[in-house]
Structure formats: structure tokens, C-alpha cells
């Protein structure tokens, strides 16, 4: 007989609360991007992946609403170790989401913004011919230079780079939580006015369920859908530990009403989570954001398993 006395671990205290799988058919193949060389001002994303992993134990499998997702198999493939050559690094990535993509759902850790690149490149390239594709990208910025810094492949520079791609049309991709703003983005949004851009301030006068809305009725003919969530589209308030803050931004309970929306009604097949900076934190206050966010993900996926 046990001793009441001796207290035990709950059974989720391990990597992604116990739903760890090496089962090449897990429904979710899960790659983390340890890269912040591309950021334009304070660096430490790159500690996020092996930070969030490590609070995961103490998470329990459940949707905020108490919805279980044991049962749910995710396959982590780990990380890509770094590369001093950019070039050959974006490759390694890129080859990276090809695998986790073979999985029902992929998701992604980065990282700063810029690993979106090889991400979506591998995004487009998984598709049969003629499948339209399109984005959900919330932020507070646009990424729409097309070099920033001299480079093409800066973090500021994601969705010009998606433009780029065969089977993403401009009016597949939109943008939420906006409110910082360059002239050379703006030059492209009036290049290409079937964009879709909704501000904060929008999310404020409008409400993120419209807001949420209206992304859907536009990338409701889509094939599948790319959701890139930049942590820095939160406002500061609940997302401190991030490289490029911007006040003014939505709540936590806005982005998870938004994604809740997002995920029932467009055929979201891959998400990435960038820009959060266990080293810039308050209480992992940041990690717990983005945390919370994967574990809704991860419960939606589960709701798609038959």
C-alpha cells in the first residue's frame, strides 16, 4: 500500500505534459528554430524553444475550457542547431518543416521573425499544384521591406518574401494587430490594396471577433492556411519579453478569441510562434503567453482526430 504521506508527480510531468510520441503518424511534427541573428534590435529569441519546452512539464494537457487532449501524439523533432552561414541555415530549416509538415498539423518555434521565411518556403513547396494558400500573420509590424538592414532575409522582410511565393495570391494575406509602420511597406500596400490590414486600433473600435471575421471571409477559399503569430502583436502588458515591443497592442484574451475564430473556420494546416525572449521576461510571463496559445492549438488539433 502507498504511503499517503509520499507525494508523486502527476503522470504529464514531462516534455509537452506527456504527450511526447516518436510515432512518424503523431498528428502534430513540432521543429524548434533557436535563430534571433536576424532581429533589428534586442536579441534573445533564440533561447525560446529549450525555454518553453522547459516549462511544459508543468503545464497540464487540457484546453482552457477542460477540454483533455491526451490521446494527442506530438512528434518533436528538436531543434536546428545554429550555422554561422545564413544561407545554409535557412536551408537546414527549410528542410526541417518539409518533415514536420508530413504530419496532419506542424508547428514551429522560433526564434525571431525572420525563420518565417524557409518556414512558408517549405509551406508553398508542400502543396499539390493549384492549391491557393494563404497567411494569418499577427504582429505589430507589417514585415513587408524588401531589405532592411542590407538584407532580404532580415526579420522586417517576412511577407515581402511570402509575396514571392507561386501559390500565394496578395489577397490571401492578411495581417491583425498592426500599429507600427515604415514607407516602404505602405508603398507595397498601395501596390497591392487586396491585402488585408487590420490595426490595433481596429481590434479596439471594431472588437477582435469582427476583426477575426473578417479575416476568415477572406481567406475562406483557401486550400490550407499559414497562422505565423509574432508575440510582440500582444501589447507589452502581457507579452514583456519580446525584442521589438510596441504599446498598444491586443490582449491575451483578444489573440485567443482571435485564433479560436481563426482555427474553427479556416483550414489552418501550420502556425509558428516568434519573437518571445526568455531573456528580456518578466516570470516567463512571455513563455506563458505562448504556451498558452500551443495548448489551445494542440486542443483544436485534437478536436480535428476522429
Not at 46 to 75: H, M, Y
Not at 94 to 99: F, G, P
Not at 187 to 202: D, Q, S, W
Not at 239 to 263: D, K, N, Q, V, Y
Request: charged share 20%; glycine share 8%; hydrophobic share 40%.
Amino acid at each position: 500500500m502507498s504511503d499517503p504521506m509520499i507525494s508523486t508527480s502527476p503522470d504529464y510531468h514531462s516534455v509537452w505534459s506527456g504527450l511526447i510520441s516518436d510515432d512518424p503518424d503523431s498528428e502534430i511534427g513540432l521543429v524548434g528554430i533557436p535563430f534571433d541573428s536576424a532581429t533589428s534590435y534586442r536579441k534573445g529569441a533564440s533561447f525560446a524553444p529549450a525555454r518553453i519546452r522547459a516549462i511544459t512539464p508543468f503545464i497540464a494537457p487540457s484546453s482552457e475550457e477542460g477540454r483533455l487532449i491526451t490521446g494527442l501524439r506530438v512528434k518533436d523533432y528538436g531543434d536546428i542547431k545554429g550555422d554561422l552561414n545564413w544561407e545554409r541555415y535557412f536551408a537546414k530549416v527549410e528542410a526541417a518543416a518539409a518533415q514536420a509538415l508530413t504530419h496532419p498539423f506542424a508547428f514551429f518555434l522560433g526564434g525571431d521573425h525572420s525563420v518565417t521565411i524557409p518556414l512558408m518556403a517549405a509551406f508553398s513547396k508542400s502543396l499539390p499544384p493549384g492549391h491557393k494558400m494563404g497567411i494569418v500573420h499577427f504582429d505589430s509590424h507589417l514585415d513587408l521591406a524588401d531589405v532592411f538592414e542590407g538584407h532580404k532575409w532580415s526579420h522586417a522582410c517576412t511577407e515581402r518574401r511570402a509575396l514571392e511565393l507561386p501559390n500565394l495570391a496578395p489577397h490571401h494575406l492578411t495581417f491583425t494587430g498592426i500599429r507600427s509602420w515604415m514607407g516602404d511597406e505602405l508603398a507595397v500596400l498601395a501596390e497591392y490594396p487586396e491585402i488585408g490590414v487590420h490595426p490595433a486600433r481596429e481590434v479596439y473600435t471594431k472588437g477582435i471577433e469582427a476583426v477575426a471575421q473578417s479575416v476568415v471571409d477572406q481567406l475562406k477559399d483557401c486550400d490550407v492556411v499559414y497562422f505565423t503569430l509574432d508575440i510582440d502583436g500582444l501589447d507589452p502588458a502581457y507579452a514583456p519579453g519580446t525584442g521589438t515591443s510596441e504599446a498598444g497592442g491586443p490582449s491575451m484574451r483578444e489573440l485567443l478569441e482571435f485564433a479560436r475564430i481563426i482555427f474553427a473556420n479556416l483550414p489552418v494546416r501550420a502556425m509558428d510562434i516568434v519573437e518571445v525572449a526568455p531573456p528580456l521576461d518578466t516570470a516567463d510571463i512571455t513563455s506563458q503567453a505562448a504556451i498558452r496559445v500551443i495548448y489551445e492549438v494542440f486542443a483544436w488539433v485534437r478536436d480535428r482526430m476522429p
